[in-house]
């Protein structure tokens, strides 16, 4: 089997080993049930959860109490975003957000417009950012909640998460973030901020699937919200259902792993991020980068190579996995909706591709990388240049 590159770290990342690790028993040995309160293998697994729980809301400068686990961001947003909808539909009926969310934000508002609630979704600029005269100027007295995400899965744009929350708290309106990018990459430090809730998966971070967070601010006033799952009344009645013991304890590993390495991680993966932006845009010519040139989580990089088109470069690229647009929307050929966003024209939008960098790449993987990029944009434009010198003829 061919040796593979993998450069997809937006879609999805490998468990770190160390992770697994400290999983492993949680599925042979400590596989109880955390809510059997009548004996050991219940206790044990309790314990561990809660273990988990602290150390989660330590890195988020949290309360353990304010920490809800749930099946990856998917859900926390939709319990979020749903779930405030739903508790606070006497006092208002809108909700903001905006046009480049990822589509579980997208889709779950988009629900309950067909449920009567009103929803605006704010442009960006060129870069990918909220401006806040607009944000501001949205907001009416019908409106209950704003929703922004904290750093882009296509582009990793970086929004001004503070500035907003305090424009949202300011107006006496709940504010959430789907923070799935930036969590493990920003020091994210909620009891100085005013973000009432906060999703987040632990697949991105080097850890399990299957496992998310959602952080409910515990403050007065205190965030009330309908759960969107019913049953046993786990996470104190908020997300039924038996806990995913070893997803937890690998989330809380993973976590910490990441809070440990954050500097020099970040330090590594932008130096090898900046020198494939700066050698496409020395060998290649109409190479464009989308997105913020520096307020950017530091492993993302999407370019658009003019006159290629991705799907081809992604097949020529064979052994180097990356991908156009967002993973979870390529099963639709419209082109990403977070480049159209940024009014780019159709054909850079149709030649972006997005190279999602990882704690597991090499100095030797990057070099590799820039040298078949370049070599495979070269042949596929000479290509194409004779395709359109036949059709001339
Ligand atoms: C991956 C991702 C999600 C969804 O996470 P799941 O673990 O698949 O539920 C949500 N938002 C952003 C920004 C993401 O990158």
């Avoid at 997208?106 to 979704?121: N, T």
């Avoid at 939008?349 to 040298?371: C, M, Q």
Wanted: hydrophobic fraction near 40%; charge should be neutral.
């Amino acid at each position: 089997m061919m040796k593979m590159i993998y450069m997809d770290n937006h879609a999805t990342t490998q468990i770190d080993p160390r992770v697994l690790e400290v999983m492993l028993p949680y599925f042979t040995e400590h596989y109880g049930n955390p809510a059997s309160r009548q004996h050991r293998f219940g206790w044990v697994a309790e314990e561990a959860v809660e273990a988990a729980r602290n150390k989660i809301a330590k890195f988020l400068n949290a309360e353990p109490n304010e920490i809800i686990f749930t099946s990856g961001a998917t859900e926390s947003n939709n319990l979020a975003i749903k779930g405030i909808a739903e508790a606070y539909a006497y006092k208002g009926r809108h909700i903001i957000t905006v046009a480049t969310e990822h589509k579980s934000v997208l889709d779950s508002c988009d629900h309950l417009s067909k449920a009567g609630f009103k929803i605006s979704y704010l442009p960006v600029d060129q870069y990918g950012l909220v401006d806040l005269n607009i944000l501001e100027r949205e907001i009416n007295s019908d409106t209950i909640l704003i929703s922004v995400m904290y750093a882009n899965n296509e582009i990793g744009t970086i929004q001004n998460i503070n500035e907003i929350a305090k424009i949202s708290t300011e107006r006496n309106i709940i504010f959430h973030t789907d923070a799935t990018q930036a969590v493990g990459k920003l020091k994210i430090d909620l009891k100085n901020s005013q973000i009432d809730l906060l999703s987040f998966s632990g697949h991105k971070i080097y850890g399990p699937k299957g496992i998310g967070v959602l952080y409910i601010k515990n403050k007065s006033p205190k965030v009330k919200l309908i759960p969107q799952m019913d049953g046993g009344g786990h996470e104190r009645g908020l997300r039924s259902g038996t806990l995913n013991v070893p997803a937890i304890v690998g989330l809380a590993k993973a976590l910490e792993l990441c809070d440990q390495f954050m500097d020099e991680e970040n330090k590594r993966l932008s130096e090898f991020r900046n020198k494939m932006q700066t050698e496409f845009l020395a060998n290649l010519e109409n190479v464009f980068l989308n997105g913020h040139p520096s307020q950017r989580i530091p492993n993302n990089l999407n370019i658009s190579f003019l006159h290629v088109e991705d799907t081809a470069l992604i097949m020529a690229l064979k052994d180097i996995a990356v991908s156009s647009g967002s993973a979870c929307s390529t099963a639709n050929a419209q082109g990403s909706h977070v480049l159209k966003a940024l009014r780019l024209s159709d054909s850079r939008i149709h030649s972006a591709i997005r190279f999602g960098l990882g704690r597991f790449n090499t100095a030797e993987e990057v070099d590799y990388v820039i040298d078949k990029v370049i070599v495979e944009v070269k042949k596929l434009r000479k290509l194409s240049f004779f395709k359109n010198k036949k059709v001339e003829l």
